[in-house]
């Protein structure tokens, strides 16, 4: 179970040197399948605040977000599978159903839920299926600071879900936010102890990782 942070996909524009190796190397493992999971990122921040400015309720905001991560998602199903009428999954029943007849498999935001990003519906995805959750998004992990803002910042190698969990709830949920992991995913890794890795968007660290090899990032368990 990957989830794919939208700043990673499209940061200011398409990332197609980071897309080509990622599906190259996802594609090498014969024996794995995969079910991603893309985020929203900056083009839902961008639709999200117009409509905040307008007025609109943070469930309708959290609608056009929704809407992104699926646009994103067909993108990616365009780009793997090469299919233009590649489903994109709404319920965790047409997920594994897809699984069954494909070895990677792309979704955004299967439904509104309050308080939920595209990484609450990642860690719902792998209770379902039973399998290891990777957040990729593009910072190395976890920090005490967001790095990109404060050179003090200190790389968190590892957390305890707990821990992990009231770092998380410390911030106000938002439609639109950026974060290494939302609210609602915490929650769901505390409760299942899913052991969950963060990671950035270096192809060759997130291929170690699922060799079991050594890899640079955060582990949450």
């Known amino acids: 179970m ?26 090498s493992f014969k024996d794995r399948k995969f079910v991603i999971v893309s985020g929203g990122g900056r083009i839902a921040r961008l639709y999200i605040e117009a409509l905040k ?90 920090y005490t600071k967001d790095p990109r803002k404060h050179k003090d910042a200190k790389f968190i190698s590892r957390i305890s879900w707990d821990d992990f969990y009231e770092i998380a709830h410390r911030m106000e949920y938002a439609p639109g936010q950026h974060f290494v992991l939302d609210q609602h995913a915490a929650a769901i890794i505390k409760k299942r102890r899913i052991v969950t890795c963060i990671v950035d968007n270096d192809v060759a660290n997130l291929k170690s990782l699922l060799q079991g090899k050594r890899f640079v990032g955060t582990v949450i368990g």
């Open 2 to 27: 990957i989830s794919l942070g939208g700043s990673v996909l499209v940061p200011d524009h398409i990332d197609y040197v980071f897309l080509k190796k990622l599906k190259t190397m996802l594609m």
């Open 53 to 142: 400015k307008e007025g609109l309720s943070i469930k309708n905001l959290s609608y056009a977000g929704i809407a992104i991560t699926r646009i994103n998602a067909k993108f990616l199903a365009n780009f793997f599978m090469k299919k233009q009428h590649y489903p994109i999954p709404t319920t965790l029943k047409e997920v594994e159903n897809l699984l069954k007849k494909h070895n990677i498999v792309f979704c955004g935001a299967l439904r509104y839920e309050p308080d939920n990003t595209s990484d609450g519906t990642a860690a719902e995805i792998a209770v379902h299926l039973d399998g290891r959750f990777i957040n990729v998004t593009n910072v190395k992990g976890l």
